[in-house]
């Protein structure tokens, strides 16, 4: 599809364990960002990459929490050791950059929900 | 830093009535973006309008419009003739320099 893919859709897992959350962004795409939504909260920004700069990481909330991204396209959220407070949907978005188009647009994937039991 | 504050958690509406949401939001910068998203109960958060700061005219799509006041960093949003399908959770964004940052959302029901 020509959307941002995410997956798993949704993710039950125990506490303490490690999660991966993966993102396909749009081709072409070379900004991508992951956000984090707590039940009926706004978005809580996590990380932010831009082509091959160094990534922003100022919004993980803990050393828990680790994201990469390969070759510049999909990216993979790690948290390990989840607790109960990790339950959110995880929304990842990507954009276009570039000096024709900075308008700050971004297409969002349908998330990830995960729940720590 | 850039904030955004959302202080109507819930509104609702009449269908066919006009509502209007609020945001509010704080950036040191000069050059920004400004925008509305909308997040359906499928989660898919879809782009409803922008606006960019160095203009004065308000955006206008269709049924949505806002009233953006730079002095009073003030960029609400006016729906129009509601529709059952605007029912949704709306969130404000600002934009600069790579840096999204969204506010708390707030969740509109319209009702039939």
């Known amino acids: 599809g020509a959307g941002v893919s995410q997956s798993p859709s949704n993710k039950v897992t125990e506490k303490g364990k490690d999660v991966e959350l993966r993102c396909d962004p749009i081709s072409g795409h070379t900004a991508l960002y992951w956000y984090r939504q707590s039940l009926g909260q706004g978005l809580e920004f996590l990380i932010y990459f831009q082509g091959n700069s160094a990534p922003d990481k100022s919004g993980l909330p803990s050393d828990r929490f680790s994201a990469e991204r390969t070759g510049g396209s999909v990216s993979t959220l790690t948290i390990q050791r989840t607790q109960q407070e990790d339950s959110a949907v995880y929304l990842c978005a990507s954009s276009l950059m570039s000096p024709q188009l900075r308008t700050g647009e971004l297409f969002f994937g349908e998330g990830s929900r995960l729940t720590v039991l | 830093a850039q904030t955004v504050t959302q202080s109507q958690p819930e509104m609702s509406v009449q269908e066919a009535e006009t509502v209007t949401l609020s945001c509010t939001y704080d950036?040191?910068?000069?050059?920004?973006?400004l925008f509305w998203y909308k997040q359906p109960p499928s989660r898919q958060m879809i782009l409803v309008i922008r606006q960019e700061a160095y203009k004065q005219q308000n955006a206008t799509e269709n049924r949505f419009s806002v009233n953006f006041q730079k002095a009073a960093k003030s960029f609400s949003l006016k729906i129009s003739d509601s529709q059952l399908g605007d029912t949704a959770m709306y969130f404000c964004a600002t934009y600069n320099n790579n840096d999204m940052r969204f506010g708390a959302g707030t969740r509109l029901t319209v009702k039939p």
């Open positions: 950036t040191s910068e000069n050059n920004y973006y």
